[in-house]
């Protein structure tokens, strides 16, 4: 069983908490215990696990990544968004996640992100349940 959900992206680069998304998206579902995979089907974004109780972990991350890999760079992609395919592929583009009770299980600390790097766009976020 697969659910998914839209979001439209408000910059080129940002990391969006998807925490809420994702367990609509489980309780939809009906997992009760069991693993979901959370995955977004786009080269230039991806889904990472981290600290969501303070917003400036995610804005440390996201600044961090942009001092990593420049958007301007000696890249042969003419597309103009290597940095963005680059961090998609360091990062990934999925993240699974334990589920109990029909709740995540994430830590005190932890929530799921949506990591954008090539935007503003529509984003699409696809929650599968396994079995
Ligand atoms: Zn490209």
Redesign the pocket.
Known sequence: MIKSFSLRTPKRTCLIDITGDVADAVRDLGVADGTVTVYTPH??AAVTINESADPDVARDIDLTLRKLIPHAGDYR?T?G??D??IKSSLLGCSETVLISDGKLVLGTWQGVFFCEF?GPRMRKVFVASSG
């Open positions: 080269t230039t992609h597309e968004n290597s963005a395919h090539d």
